[in-house]
C-alpha cells in the first residue's frame, strides 16, 4: 500500500503527460469494484473508439485500451483501496508512439467510478486525497497585538495580525487616573471586538475547521472571550484555551505545541511525537534505535525493526525498498516531514531510522 508522498510524486509525475489528441485513458475502480466488469468495460470502449475519425487517434486509444486489458489480467484482484489506471501515448514525436500504462494503489479508498479519453489524465479524484481533511483554527492574543493562524496538517499559517493601540498603564493618581484607566478598558474592549470579527471573517465558512484554539498571556484570552462578543457559533468550537507568552507567529508555535492534549490526532503533533521518542532513546538508551540506510537494512533483515521511520525527503527507491522489507516482518512504518525543528534534525541523520524490538549487533 502506498502513503501520501508516493501519491504526491505520482500526481506530479502524471501531471507532465499531454496527449496529442483525447489519446490519454484514464479509469479510476472503487473500492470493492469487480476488476472482471472493468475489464468488460473496456472491451466495450474498443467498440466506440472504432469511430474515432483520426487513425492516428484511434490506433493510439484502441492501443491503450488493448495495453490497459492485458494489464487488468495481471492484476488477481481488486486492492484494498480499489485502483487507478492510467494508459496512453505519451511520445513527443509524431509518427512515433509510445504507449505506456500505469496503476496506482492510492492511500485512501477509492469512491471514484470513472472512465475517460482526454488530452490529459483526470487527476482530482487523486489529489483531492492529498487534501487535508481538517484544519484548526489559531488565535493567540494579548494586550497590544493578536495574531490570527491556521494549523493545516503540519503546517501553520500566519492569516491576520493586529496591533491595538492601547497604551499601557498609568502610574498617575486622582480623577484622571480613573478617566485614563475607563479609556484604556474602552480600547481594550474595542480591540477584542475587532479580533472576534476578524476571527469570523477568517474561519465563519471554513468547512474543514474541526476547533479553534486560544492562547495569551495571563488574563487577556479570557478576557477577550469575556468581552470579544464571538459569534456563538465560533465560540462553541474553541476547544482550548493556553496560557502563552506571545501573541505573535512565535506565540502561534507555542499555542500547538500547548495544545497536544487536544491535538494528539493532528499529523504534526504525531509526527513530533515520533521524533520526539526516537531522539530521546538515541540519546538516552542507543541500543533501542538505529540509523542510517546500512544500520536499518541489517536490522530489518535480522527482524528486529519495530518501527520504521522514513523522512518525505529521502529518496523515493529507498522508501519503496525499505517500506516492503518493513511490512514483510509486520513493522510498523511512520512518514515524517521537515516541518518541524525534530524533522530537519531527523533528516540531518539521514532521513531513515527504527526504533527495534529487541538489540542487534550491527557492527
Not at 76 to 94: H, M, Q, R, V, Y
Not at 108 to 124: G, H, I, N, S, W
Request: glycine share 8%; hydrophobic share 35%.
Amino acid at each position: 500500500m502506498t502513503d501520501k508522498v508516493d501519491l504526491e510524486e505520482f500526481v506530479q509525475e502524471m501531471e507532465k503527460y499531454r496527449g496529442r489528441h483525447t489519446e490519454l485513458v484514464t479509469v479510476y475502480v472503487p473500492q470493492g469494484y469487480s476488476l472482471i466488469n472493468i475489464a468488460k468495460q473496456l472491451e466495450q470502449e474498443k467498440s466506440t473508439a472504432m469511430n474515432i475519425k483520426s487513425k492516428t487517434t484511434r490506433k493510439n486509444v484502441l492501443d491503450a485500451l488493448e495495453r490497459l486489458t492485458r494489464h487488468l489480467k495481471l492484476i488477481t484482484k481488486n486492492p484494498e483501496n480499489g485502483l487507478a489506471l492510467f494508459a496512453g501515448n505519451i511520445s513527443d514525436n509524431e509518427g512515433q508512439p509510445q504507449i505506456e500504462v500505469w496503476s496506482f494503489e492510492p492511500p485512501k479508498p477509492m469512491k471514484a467510478r470513472l472512465y475517460r479519453c482526454d488530452q490529459e489524465f483526470v487527476l482530482d479524484p487523486l489529489k483531492e486525497m492529498l487534501e487535508v481533511e481538517e484544519v484548526y483554527g489559531l488565535v493567540a492574543v494579548e494586550i497590544n497585538e493578536a495574531t490570527i493562524g491556521l494549523l493545516e496538517g503540519k503546517r501553520i499559517e500566519v492569516l491576520q495580525k493586529m496591533t491595538s493601540g492601547v497604551p499601557g498603564k498609568t502610574e498617575k493618581g486622582g480623577q484622571s487616573a480613573a478617566r485614563y484607566g475607563r479609556i484604556r478598558e474602552g480600547m481594550k474592549k474595542e480591540f477584542y471586538r475587532r479580533i472576534a470579527e476578524a476571527v469570523k471573517n477568517n474561519f465563519w465558512d471554513m468547512k474543514k475547521l474541526k476547533g479553534i484554539l486560544v492562547g495569551g498571556p495571563g488574563p487577556t484570552k479570557e478576557d477577550f472571550l469575556k468581552e470579544g462578543q464571538l459569534v456563538t457559533s465560533l465560540k462553541e468550537k474553541i476547544l482550548a484555551v493556553k496560557d502563552i507568552g506571545y501573541a505573535d507567529e512565535h506565540g502561534l508555535e507555542l499555542l500547538v505545541e500547548a495544545s497536544q492534549d487536544v491535538l494528539s490526532e493532528q499529523e504534526i503533533i504525531k509526527e513530533k511525537k515520533i521524533l520526539d521518542d526516537f531522539l530521546t532513546k538515541l540519546a538516552k538508551t542507543p541500543e533501542k534505535v538505529t540509523y542510517g540506510l546500512e544500520n536499518v537494512k541489517k536490522a530489518m533483515e535480522a527482524g528486529a525493526v519495530d518501527i520504521l521511520i522514513m523522512s518525505n525527503k529521502l529518496d523515493k527507491k529507498y522508501r519503496k525498498e525499505y517500506r516492503e522489507a518493513a511490512e514483510n516482518i509486520s513493522a510498523k512504518i511512520e512518514i515524517v516531514s521537515e516541518e518541524t525543528e525534530e524533522g530537519k534534525q531527523f533528516s540531518s541523520l539521514g532521513g531513515i531510522a527504527a526504533i527495534l524490538r529487541f538489540e542487534v549487533h550491527l557492527k
